[in-house]
């Protein structure tokens, strides 16, 4: 490593540490801030609930059983008329 590629390597860092700073605070801003401003509180409460992933995954589980159901039923079919 010449001194070049690490003063570069800095630099990046350094541009890096800042772009995750200024998420950093834009996050904190969004989570605590933004929610205290009443016409973006309202905005907050008309949106719909949010599914818990959990659920999502009950239902689309039940769903891939009921596909492989049927899918086992018209491969069995298929069977049972040739033999």
């Not at 969004?30 to 239902?59: G, K, N, Q, T």
Request: charged share 25%.
């Amino acid at each position: 490593m010449t001194p070049d590629t690490v003063g570069e390597a800095v630099v990046c860092l350094g541009v890096f540490a800042v772009f995750l700073f200024a998420l950093a605070i834009s996050g904190i801003l969004a989570d605590y801030v933004l929610p205290h401003v009443p016409f973006i509180r309202r905005y907050i409460e008309s949106l719909p609930e949010y599914e818990d992933d959990s659920e999502i995954a009950v239902r689309y589980e039940a769903e891939y059983q009921k596909r492989v159901a049927a899918l086992k039923n018209c491969i069995w079919g298929a069977i049972r008329k040739i033999f």
